[in-house]
């Protein structure tokens, strides 16, 4: 059996991820113990709320996640994990992230759409990657967040149109370092799928 690790450090909806996970045949760890992390085969990083908070939280752990990245072993950040990934947020005020992915988080621009962008929204694809191996372009996922990241196309794996087109899912130039903006565990059976392409890669 594969052993997978949902990071715990504080932040982040680790139930569901975990529920998601079994659901597709894993039986995923929650820790957030060095030596564990550094065992995986794979690593979940997931996340609710703010990004100095969670940068806060991380901060004891971040040389452990940082020699994980290294590693070339597969890691996927989800939501607020996705966002956590890149370089900097101007949330509150302009933070480091972890700088695995280049680019920057920025709050959506004021317009006639509600922020937060909260619910289902269709993505297209961008290159041929494991972790999107066999959705449809299109497919519908579920999102919610008020800011967004802003990367290369070459670090864009899938996009998403929310007034202005951004990156849904990211990835290192290794691409072994993944995120999605949405929730594949919400997702229904896209985002199960999903899950499941990241199990198949560790």
């Not at 999605?180 to 229904?188: A, D, L, N, Y």
Request: aromatic content about 8%.
């Amino acid at each position: 059996m594969k052993r997978i690790v949902i990071l715990d450090y504080g932040l982040g909806n680790l139930r569901s991820v975990q529920k998601g996970l079994e659901h597709v045949g894993s039986s995923p760890a929650i820790s957030g113990d060095p030596g564990e992390i550094l065992a995986a085969d794979g690593l979940i990083l997931p996340g609710v709320g703010a990004f100095v908070d969670a940068m806060k939280c991380l901060d004891p752990i971040k040389g452990t996640i940082e020699e994980y990245a290294r590693s070339g072993k597969p890691m996927l950040g989800i939501c607020l994990g996705q966002q956590v990934l890149m370089s900097s947020s101007e949330e509150g005020k302009l933070t480091d992230g972890l700088n695995l992915i280049p680019g920057k988080v920025l709050r959506f621009p004021k317009s006639e759409l509600k922020v937060p962008h909260v619910g289902w929204n269709n993505i297209k694809i961008k290159q041929d990657h494991p972790l999107f191996e066999g959705i449809p372009d299109n497919s519908f996922v579920y999102f919610v967040h008020s800011y967004y990241v802003d990367t290369a196309s070459e670090n864009t794996l899938a996009s998403c149109n929310y007034g202005l087109d951004f990156s849904a899912s990211v990835v290192n130039s290794k691409g072994n370092v993944m995120g999605t903006q949405f929730h594949p565990e919400k997702s229904g059976a896209i985002g199960l799928k999903i899950l499941k392409n990241f199990i198949d890669m560790c």
